[in-house]
Structure formats: structure tokens, C-alpha cells
């Protein structure tokens, strides 16, 4: 089956930088995206990224994507405490229409 | 404001109940999907629909029951022949854009008690 695989969990300190990473499986997949969720609400799109590009900027997130090696990670500068969510992968393969297959999600802790 | 709401926001059901989440949008979304998250695991789909009148199964369909009458809504029902119930429910919608991102719900807790 498909899969997109994440670390469950990561810890950093305040002011340090986070890196998020993520493997996905399908190739066809136009559009890769990280999501946000808060304790006990639904997931925010924080950015995504084409798959013909291989880095994007917006603000304190950085998207890399690794095509070949089918590798994303997200990296937060200077996280802040407020940064303390789970951040999903995810990956559209065309085979399921428009639908999304998500990571399990990685949860990061910032310690003051 | 446009957005995607669900209802209610923690639910409780006896065993052997049937009991239906509520899910409705109103950003003119054709696709809506329906997700089920357990702690420590990531999102898995239940069931998904591309337009009115049309839906299919996901990952974990089994025990659970949908409809999609209007655009607007795309009701959850979570039967008594769904043995683990409990859990964290999300609903979603798009468009059915290639560069489209899904839009969730604040999610239905659902406890059996």
C-alpha cells in the first residue's frame, strides 16, 4: 500500500531551529504538503510544495523536497513555544483522484 | 466566513447504538472525505466522496456509513457493527483542483460508554 512515513516525535529548545522529516512512496503525487494540528482541533495547511521544485520559503518555514531519494522535511526557525503541535505530511497520488494520504504525524515539543 | 464545520464536538454512545456525525461546508467544495484518528496514529480514511451522490470506501470503511444527498453535507454514521468506535473524528473538504489543499472540521470525539 501506500505509505508516508514520519518520526513520532521530536523535542527542541526554544529559539533553535525544528527539521520534520518525511518519506512518501508515490511518484505521481503533483503536490506534497505539511499540515498542523493543534491539541483537540483539525488540521491547518501550513504550506505545500510542487513537485517539480526542490526548496520553498515562506517566512520561518523552509520545504525541502528530495524527488529522487521521495524525502520531504519541513524546518521552523527559531521555534517558538506556540510552535508545539503535530505536523503532518501528506501526499496526493492521482490514482485516488484528489484524495490525500497522510504521515502519522510528527509531535513536536518546545522546550522554554 | 466559509469554512467546514462538524457537529457535535464530543459525543457519546452506548454500545449497540448507531449514532451520525454532522459535517457541512459551505466553500462549494465537490470533494469531502472523512477521516478517523486514534492516538499515536496518524489520519485513516473512512470514506470519501467527489460529487453529490457518489461515494467511496476508504481504508476503513467497515462499520461505518455515509451519505452524500447535498454538496453541502456529508453525514457520518458510525454503526454498532464498528467494534472500536472511540476515537478522534475529522472531516475534510476540497476542491477537486490538482493543486487543491483540504480544509478540516475542529473534529467530533466520539467515547462509547
Known amino acids: 500500500g501506500e505509505d508516508v512515513e514520519q518520526s513520532l516525535f521530536l523535542s527542541v529548545r526554544e529559539g533553535d531551529s525544528s527539521v520534520i522529516n518525511c518519506t512518501y512512496t508515490?511518484?505521481?503525487?503533483?503536490?506534497l504538503y505539511w499540515y498542523k494540528q493543534e491539541p483537540g482541533a483539525g488540521l491547518q495547511l501550513l504550506t505545500y510544495?510542487?513537485?517539480?521544485?526542490d526548496m520553498k520559503q515562506d517566512q520561518r518555514l523552509t520545504v525541502l523536497l528530495n524527488k529522487k531519494d521521495k524525502h520531504l522535511s519541513l524546518r521552523i526557525a527559531d521555534t517558538q513555544t506556540g510552535d508545539s503541535a503535530i505536523y503532518f505530511c501528506?501526499?496526493?497520488?492521482?490514482?485516488?483522484?484528489?484524495?490525500?494520504?497522510f504521515g502519522p504525524g510528527t509531535r513536536l515539543s518546545v522546550l522554554p | 466566513d466559509g469554512g467546514i464545520t462538524q457537529s457535535p464536538k464530543y459525543l457519546f454512545r452506548k454500545e449497540g447504538q448507531n449514532v451520525t456525525l454532522s459535517c457541512e461546508q459551505n466553500l462549494n467544495h465537490d470533494a469531502m472525505y472523512w477521516y478517523r484518528q486514534d492516538p499515536g496514529q496518524g489520519l485513516r480514511l473512512i470514506y470519501y466522496s467527489q460529487i453529490v451522490n457518489d461515494f467511496q470506501k476508504g481504508d476503513i470503511a467497515e462499520g461505518y456509513s455515509v451519505s452524500r444527498e447535498k454538496k453541502e453535507s456529508f453525514p457520518l454514521t458510525v454503526t454498532s457493527a464498528q467494534k472500536n468506535p472511540t476515537a478522534f473524528y475529522l472531516c475534510?473538504?476540497?476542491?477537486?483542483?490538482?493543486?487543491?489543499?483540504?480544509?478540516f472540521g475542529q473534529g467530533t470525539r466520539l467515547t462509547v460508554v
Open positions: 475534510a473538504s476540497s476542491t477537486r483542483q490538482l493543486n487543491t489543499e483540504a480544509f
Open positions: 508515490d511518484s505521481s503525487s503533483t503536490y
Open positions: 510544495i510542487f513537485s517539480n521544485m
Open positions: 501528506a501526499e496526493s497520488p492521482w490514482r485516488y483522484g484528489q484524495n490525500f494520504v
